[in-house]
């Protein structure tokens, strides 16, 4: 969420940014699931010998991740229409996917009621991923392009790139990211187009909790900002808080009730704008679906199910209903070869 | 179609309640196509019994087969309905529906804004008597009736109302049952009489006409309507002095496929339209598809999960008018 709380500083260009870091987290995150899962359990064990060794902690979640557990229950991907996504193969490193989305986008209207436009679009995209690098390209028939970029420097340094391209002057977008990974510490440098510099460093402090920090630049809105976040987790529960200057704070909290289903909950408060919203979701893992729901303070009820007909072939349905704006979107989509 | 060459004239109200006068008959209907097997075994067998034809399909049902192709319920958004038996007669039936509603807009683009609306129905059914009632949230009534007045003659009533003054609409039929042809007599509000009359002519041919007045319109027409049926084909064939020219053709590949197509052309006002589809039947599903001159693909999947547990998948894409809808839905203990 440190990426997120920067980026709220500078409204304009960096959205497209935000948008494109969760595609991103929940990846990374399936991959540090697996990478954090195993290091609790010996210190656990550990734990219950002998006193805890502080000199052998085990390595914090990366900063801009520190909630994905939350966001995974609770931001699912909704659409509207239908959605057809394939992936072709073409060598184990290479793949190309192509995606088509047909329905109904909002247009911004006069008064409260809400106007929408069918709409269609078509995105190719090539990915190449390989141990130490992973390329991934989108290009939609607009003519907007999205490029994301991991590079293993060394075992410890990353480098990570975020772009997106159009046609029109002046909304492309650029973020460079250097990431270190220490034993027990993380720290990142981020570079990004308009003058942005952003840094973070979060340290694990016990075997459960880890404490960070952040600084950010926009130098051409001449304005800087601090956060700071802590993040308590076990094997049943996760708990993170976020502050920042700009008057973001961000609480979520997630129970895993049993190994098929999770229980999530987030708050978020910003001081400059009075804006508090509070959601609860569950996550659903049955033996060949998964069932997302959510239901937040605004009135927005929401679902998410994914059914895997067969290897390598998912169903979904996406359903939401803002019952305020008395907005309902519903879709159902197919993706291939995922 | 003669009901609706009449009705496109006034009525689309009529027009909409027809189609579902019509849905019921289907499974009566179906049933009478069994009959025409054994007329063709016998005509193998022996010159045709001139005396002894089957009945023909009612008139207005003539084009039933391409209908259940080629105009399926299709929808946008999310739709559920719920029926439960409270015994063997009568029912109560819960139906939501939420999605985007086309509102007319300026220029070639399509606006749409989201709606919601909840309907209520209650139906009672007996061997000789149908009552369905269906009540709106927005105060529309919706209500039929079809009861037999002796083996051959049967009376129907199609009434919608609304709280909107001079807009409600009602329709009284008069359907009487030969041996060998059907004649109708309908009466409308706006001082609408209408009557139909369709006979057999072989064994696999029946020919039809119908004539009707409108008379707050002081206009009158008439219709003349051709069906040939064997087990594997029906065509159809229907002129009207509205203008309207209606063919439809629709071919039995196998038990489980059936490929369908209609034409369409209204002199008055230069519309044509042809369409070709498919009616997919397999153990657990039903897929129905269509394409047609106006550049509109859609197709429409009912799958069974468990008995009396469908699912339903519907898509409409306008490529002309670059319109898209798509929605998915439940329907229990239907």
């Known amino acids: ?338 | 179609m003669g009901s609706v060459a009449s009705a496109a004239v006034p009525p689309p109200p009529p027009q909409s309640a027809l189609p579902q006068a019509g849905a019921p008959p289907y499974g009566p209907g179906l049933a009478g196509i069994l009959p025409q097997m054994s007329k063709g075994e016998e005509k193998k067998d022996e010159k045709v019994d001139y005396l002894n034809l089957p009945c023909p399909v009612p008139f207005e049902e003539i084009q039933r087969e391409a209908l259940m192709s080629l105009k399926p319920e299709l929808f946008e958004g999310l739709r559920f309905d719920f029926t439960k038996g409270l015994n063997q007669k009568f029912s109560l039936s819960h139906s939501i529906f939420m999605g985007s509603l086309e509102v007319p807009a300026q220029a070639s683009e399509t606006i749409k804004v989201p709606t919601a609306h909840y309907e209520f129905g209650a139906n009672f059914l007996d061997p000789k008597l149908m009552l369905i009632g269906r009540v709106m949230t927005d105060g529309r009534l919706n209500a039929r009736v079809k009861c037999d007045l002796t083996d051959n003659l049967t009376l129907k009533v199609n009434a919608q109302l609304t709280q909107e003054a001079h807009y409600s609409q009602g329709m009284f039929n008069f359907d009487y049952k030969g041996s060998d042809y059907r004649a109708q007599f309908q009466i409308g509000n706006n001082a609408f009489y209408g009557a139909n009359y369709i006979q057999s002519v072989t064994p696999n041919l029946s020919m039809g006409t119908e004539m009707f007045w409108l008379g707050h319109q002081r206009k009158s027409g008439i219709g003349f309507a051709s069906r040939y049926n064997t087990d594997k084909m029906v065509g159809t064939l229907q002129v009207a002095s509205t203008g309207i020219v209606a063919l439809s053709y629709v071919q039995k590949i196998s038990e489980k496929v059936s490929l369908a197509s209609d034409f369409m052309y209204n002199h008055m006002s230069r519309d044509v339209t042809a369409s070709f589809g498919y009616d997919y039947l397999l153990r657990q599903c039903r897929l129905r598809g269509k394409i047609d001159s106006n550049g509109v693909v859609a197709a429409y999947l009912e799958e069974r999960l468990n008995m009396g547990v469908n699912f339903l998948l519907s898509a409409e894409i306008d490529h002309c008018k670059k319109n898209y809808k798509f929605g998915f839905g439940m329907t229990v203990g239907e």
């Open chain 1, 1 to 338: 969420m440190g990426s997120s709380v920067s980026q709220a500083g500078a409204p304009p260009p960096h959205p497209p940014t935000y948008a494109s870091t969760p595609p991103f987290a929940p990846a990374a995150a399936d991959a540090a699931d697996a990478a954090a899962a195993p290091p609790p359990k010996p210190h656990e064990e550990e734990a219950t010998e002998e006193k805890v060794d502080y000199l052998n902690l085990p390595c914090p979640v990366p900063y801009e991740e520190i909630q994905r557990e939350a966001f995974m229950a609770l931001k699912p991907d909704l659409f509207e229409g239908m959605r057809f996504d394939l992936t072709k193969m073409i060598t184990p490193y290479f793949a190309l996917t192509h995606s088509v989305a047909m329905g109904s986008i909002e247009i911004p209207a006069q008064g409260s009621e809400v106007i929408k436009v069918p709409t269609s679009n078509y995105e190719f995209g090539a990915n190449f991923i390989n141990q130490r690098t992973m390329l991934m390209g989108r290009v939609s028939h607009e003519g907007r392009e999205n490029i994301r970029v991991k590079h293993d420097i060394t075992d410890n340094l990353s480098l990570k790139i975020n772009a997106q391209l159009t046609s029109e002057p002046h909304y492309s977008q650029g973020m460079l990211n250097f990431d270190y990974k220490g034993k027990d510490f993380r720290s990142q440098v981020q570079f990004g187009n308009n003058g942005f510099y952003g840094a973070n460093y979060i340290q694990s402090v016990s075997k459960n909790l880890s404490l960070g920090t952040e600084a950010f630049w926009l130098g051409q809105q001449r304005k800087s900002g601090v956060g700071v976040v802590a993040r308590y987790d076990t094997k049943k529960m996760v708990a993170t808080a976020q502050i920042a200057t700009t008057g973001m704070v961000a609480l979520s909290y997630v129970q895993k009730v049993s190994e098929k289903v999770s229980l999530a909950s987030d708050f978020m408060y910003n001081q400059m704008t009075k804006d508090v919203t509070a959601s609860f979701g569950y996550d659903y893992m049955l033996r060949q679906c998964r069932l997302r729901g959510k239901l937040d303070t605004n009135g927005v009820i929401s679902s998410l199910l994914e059914e895997r007909l067969t290897p390598g072939v998912t169903f979904q349905l996406s359903a939401e209903l803002d019952h305020w704006k008395k907005d309902y979107k519903f879709g159902f989509g197919m993706a291939l070869g995922e």
